[in-house]
């Protein structure tokens, strides 16, 4: 099976801009959580769709949001954009329940300036 | 919520000893603790997980304990090699419909040859 493929890989944008990252999970995989990777916080939980559904959210603001397709591909938005948002941001697809695996994508590297 | 801390943040090696990591959770009904691996670079990966209702598992060179009583658990890393230098996550997760994995904050693992 192919693996979990996030795009872009890169992406610079400047403060107040917005910006949408694409995942694309494994085929089957009906969960997609999204997660923002910085050096000093660790892996942060952003959301968890499942059949187009946000069943799970974290703890970040309501700048942050997206969306599931039927083929549970996933999209997530960032709006106005700040300095902070800088981060590697990871998608994991997995079947769905709480002790299902997840794999991971590459990630997109978001520079904001 | 859950809270998951892991300790040491950084941990140096030399070649051939043995690496252990340690993580405790705070949510008593978490029954899935999954360890990712991530080098340089790249995304995680999944090393080994072990659900609640077993005590240890092992994996050639690597092991993982969970003690629920005392809500931790640990990973061991024998014989350790230069390639296992990298950055390791500790995770726990709930059972149910849904997915929501908490990480710990990473432990870096240098391995001198």
């Known amino acids: 099976k192919a693996g979990v493929t996030q795009t872009p890989r890169y992406l610079i944008k400047t403060r107040g801009q917005q910006v949408t990252l694409s995942c694309s999970p494994i085929s089957g995989h009906r969960s997609v959580s999204w997660y923002q990777q910085t050096p000093g916080q660790g892996l942060q939980f952003l959301f968890e769709?499942?059949?187009?559904?946000?069943?799970n959210k974290g703890n970040f603001p309501g700048r942050f949001s997206g969306r599931q397709f039927s083929n549970s591909r996933s999209e997530m938005n960032v709006s106005t954009l700040e300095l902070g948002d800088s981060a590697l941001y990871l998608c994991?697809?997995?079947?769905?329940?709480?002790?299902?695996?997840?794999?991971f994508g590459p990630g997109t590297r978001l520079t904001v300036t | 919520g859950e809270n998951v801390e892991q300790h040491p943040s950084t941990l140096s090696v030399q070649e051939g000893d043995s690496a252990v990591i340690k993580c405790t959770y705070s949510?008593?009904?978490?029954?899935?603790f999954p360890w990712y691996k991530q080098e340089l670079g790249k995304r995680p990966q999944l090393i080994i997980d072990?659900?609640?209702?077993?005590g240890e598992k092992k994996d050639q060179r690597i092991a993982v304990t969970l003690n629920k009583t005392a809500k931790h658990f640990s990973l061991h890393i024998t014989e350790t090699q230069p390639e296992d230098s990298a950055v390791y996550f500790c995770?726990?997760?709930?059972?149910?419909?849904?997915?929501?994995?908490?990480f710990g904050t990473g432990t870096k693992l240098q391995v001198i040859p």
């Open positions: 769709y499942f059949s187009e559904t946000q069943r």
């Open positions: 995770a726990a997760s709930k059972p149910g419909g849904y997915q929501k994995v908490t």
């Open positions: 949510d008593s009904a978490s029954n899935y």
């Open positions: 994991a697809s997995s079947l769905g329940q709480g002790e299902s695996e997840q794999y």
């Open positions: 072990i659900r609640s209702n077993v």
